[in-house]
């Protein structure tokens, strides 16, 4: 399945911000999509992923509460809203698919968009 990302910006913190990932080819109902974020030196880390099929989400610790994953099936796009932004949340965001569950681990993931980036201010 081929990602591509939309939706990042320069926002200050406490603001909100919403990411968009558009997904064509061969998707299948079973498939998992997520996204991640690596900030500059940091690893690639997992945010919160979605079923296809039935919606099941899955948070990082860390955004609970304050990001919402969303699919739109007739679109074809899973969308990750993000408020109450805090500057370490600064990274580039990648939307990720794989064929199955909701796994946390980068490599678990065979699909990749191309990133956006996301820059929190104080």
């Known amino acids: 399945v081929q990602l591509q990302a939309f939706g990042g910006g320069l926002v200050q913190a406490g603001g909100s911000l919403s990411l968009s990932c558009a997904a064509s080819?061969?998707?299948?109902?079973?498939?998992?999509l997520a996204w991640f974020r690596q900030a500059p030196g940091k690893q690639r880390e997992f945010v919160a992923g979605i079923t296809w099929n039935w919606g099941t989400t899955v948070y990082a610790d860390s955004v609970q509460g304050r990001f919402t994953i969303s699919r739109d099936k007739a679109a074809r796009t899973v969308d990750l809203q993000m408020k109450n932004l805090k500057t370490d949340v600064t990274a580039v965001y990648y939307c990720?698919?794989?064929?199955?569950?909701?796994?946390?681990?980068?490599?678990?993931?065979?699909?990749w968009g191309q990133g956006t980036e996301v820059t929190v201010s104080s």
């Open positions: 080819g061969s998707a299948r109902a079973n498939y998992a």
């Open positions: 990720a698919a794989r064929n199955g569950n909701i796994l946390t681990k980068s490599e678990e993931y065979k699909d």
